[in-house]
């Protein structure tokens, strides 16, 4: 972790692991390979909350009361409180799907609704990856995405074998201040539509936003005007800025920097940390002006910025590229 200038660089935990701060910035939630953790942003106080191994990546709930994450052994949605108590577990899918048994693609976090009672997942609708969403408290899931059907077998060796979806859902990301859930399309067939969209929570009005694929992303600003994604174009990977409301996406590091991997936002708007090249850089989205804030011989990654915007967390891990 490290303050917004990238000085003070501390090490919190010795996981590498995708962290989440909690809402009231107090605590930084991450998987580790033997379960679910909490630390402190000095890392003095450590204390794992679920012993479920190899666990997604944890998401908080709006409130702070919640953790929800991925089982990955059980294929199940997994809802913790914080405080302790019974966790709620809920399928991620049927045992069966056209009787077959179900493929777990779902690797990504979970997204809350903002007032903690949804939740958004991907999983495997029989045919394709899809977005489905369901009550925190457990209950039946609602598929929100339906992409349509190619003429592919899904086993191509096997004309009779059931066909496959034109395009797979990526990671859902439900905006923070209403009902619509932005994600990418994948594109798994000639001719396919890929790109970034936004959707309502039921499944209505369904809004392609740019035709530009994601390698991370979407995800949006805190006030839920803006979604950040990072795709790649004539060779270079860079990070784009969209609107909700409107077609097209704005490229905000056009000028020949290393690739781009992930960024997140300040708590305000104003400042993006992006990770690129294996190091983090502070970018004005404004300007256009980056700096670097944290640079090493290792590689610095999925930065999370805190509630109160005085800190960064991030990865950081062996570089087995040269540079």
Not at 68 to 85: E, R, S, W
Not at 278 to 284: E, F, I, N, Q, T
Not at 312 to 323: H, K, P, V
Request: net charge negative; hydrophobic share 35%.
């Amino acid at each position: 972790m490290a303050r917004p200038d990238g000085s003070g660089v501390v090490r919190v935990a010795g996981d590498i692991a995708e962290p989440a701060w909690s809402p009231d910035g107090r605590e930084i939630a991450y998987a580790g390979r033997d379960g679910v953790y909490l630390v402190t942003p000095d890392g003095l106080d450590r204390r794992r909350i679920s012993a479920i191994p190899e666990a997604g990546p944890p998401a908080w709930s709006p409130q702070g009361d919640r953790l929800a994450f991925v089982d990955h052994v059980k294929n199940t949605l997994v809802v913790q409180p914080i405080a302790g108590g019974p966790s709620v577990t809920i399928p991620l899918a049927p045992e069966t799907i056209g009787g077959r048994p179900p493929v777990f693609v779902a690797r990504n976090r979970p997204t809350w609704s903002p007032d903690g009672r949804q939740i958004a997942f991907t999983s495997w609708d029989g045919y394709g990856d899809e977005i489905f969403v369901v009550d925190a408290s457990g209950g039946a899931r609602s598929q929100v995405t339906h992409t349509r059907l190619s003429a592919e077998p899904m086993n191509g060796d096997d004309p009779l074998s059931p066909r496959k979806a034109q395009a797979d859902a990526g990671a859902p990301e439900w905006s923070p201040v209403d009902d619509q859930i932005a994600f990418a399309l994948y594109p798994e067939t000639g001719g396919a539509q890929g790109g970034v969209y936004r959707i309502g929570a039921d499944g209505a009005r369904p809004v392609r936003l740019i035709g530009l694929v994601p390698q991370w992303g979407p995800v949006w600003s805190a006030d839920g005007t803006m979604l950040l994604f990072v795709a790649s174009r004539s060779n270079a990977v860079d990070l784009y800025l969209s609107r909700p409301d409107r077609w097209g996406a704005t490229d905000l590091t056009p000028n020949g920097g290393p690739p781009v991997e992930s960024a997140a936002w300040s708590p305000d708007g104003a400042t993006i940390v992006v990770a690129a090249g294996g190091d983090l850089y502070r970018l004005d989205p404004t300007t256009g002006s980056m700096q670097p804030i944290v640079t090493s011989s290792l590689r610095e990654g999925t930065p999370a910025w805190s509630p109160n915007g005085s800190a960064i967390a991030f990865t950081r891990s062996l570089d087995l590229i040269d540079r």
